[in-house]
């Protein structure tokens, strides 16, 4: 069974920064691309970022650019989102998501952890 | 970016009836469209992708149709389970969007 288990949220203050994990396990992590979807309390999904299996191409939300950093570890089935200068508006559950394929052009989600919450607020 | 609508905000029905939900896109996405369900405390679950292919384990009764700007996932005789919210998503063009989801729930 795929299992991806995130950590990491919390309370933190505007401006401050965190960093967000995700392990994965119960397949082949380096064969797909992963994903950070977040959902704001209340309110529906939002996709965040994306990283392709062998990290050369990274993508972001407008909103979180040049605040927020995708990475992997391979080696340790991890998936990692620094996030930087924070801002109210990020509270928010972050998920961690599997790219069903790496089929060029279909970029849907078969697989999700169950959230980190994440709040920022003074 | 693409605008994903999604239509009613609320559905309300009685299990073993059958539901229909709509996904209307801003710009053509081609077949490029997921739907996923999404219980309450829970992370979403894929159901179609390419706006009709059921992802792996999902019964039968859940079909997708459409392609372009309208979309349908139809549930055929809704069992109790079934009542959640459900999230249409483009992946045509970056950034990936999604609906604002459709609530399913028991009359």
């Known amino acids: 069974d795929v299992h991806l288990v995130e950590s990491g949220g919390g309370l933190v203050k505007p401006g401050e920064s965190l960093r967000l994990s995700c392990v994965a396990s119960?397949?082949?992590?380096?064969?797909?691309?992963m994903n950070w979807v977040r959902q704001s309390p209340g309110r529906g999904l939002e996709w965040v970022s994306s990283?392709?299996?062998?990290?050369?191409?990274?993508k972001y939300a407008d909103s979180v650019k040049g605040r927020f950093t995708i990475s992997r570890d391979n080696d340790k089935n991890s998936l990692f989102l620094q996030m930087d200068s924070l801002r109210a508006e990020d509270t928010a559950v972050y998920y961690c998501?599997?790219?069903?394929?790496?089929?060029?052009?279909?970029?849907?989600?078969?697989?999700w952890g169950q959230g980190t919450l994440v709040t920022v607020s003074s | 970016e693409v605008v994903m609508a999604q239509s009613p905000a609320t559905l309300s029905a009685s299990p073993g009836e059958g539901a229909t939900l709509s996904c209307r896109a801003s710009?053509?996405?081609?077949?490029?469209l997921a739907w996923y369900q999404q219980k309450f405390g829970q992370a979403p679950r894929l159901l179609i992708y390419g706006a009709s292919t059921r992802a792996t384990g999902i019964p039968a009764r859940f079909s997708g149709s459409g392609s372009g700007t309208e979309f349908t996932l139809t549930i055929s005789g809704l069992q109790s389970e079934d009542f959640a919210v459900y999230y249409c998503q483009q992946y045509n063009r970056w950034p990936l969007t999604f609906g604002g989801g459709t609530k399913v729930e028991i009359k």
């Open positions: 119960g397949f082949t992590f380096i064969s797909y691309s």
């Open positions: 998501a599997r790219r069903r394929s790496d089929i060029t052009g279909w970029y849907e989600f078969d697989n």
């Open positions: 990283i392709s299996s062998g990290s050369d191409n990274l």
């Open positions: 710009q053509s996405v081609g077949s490029k």
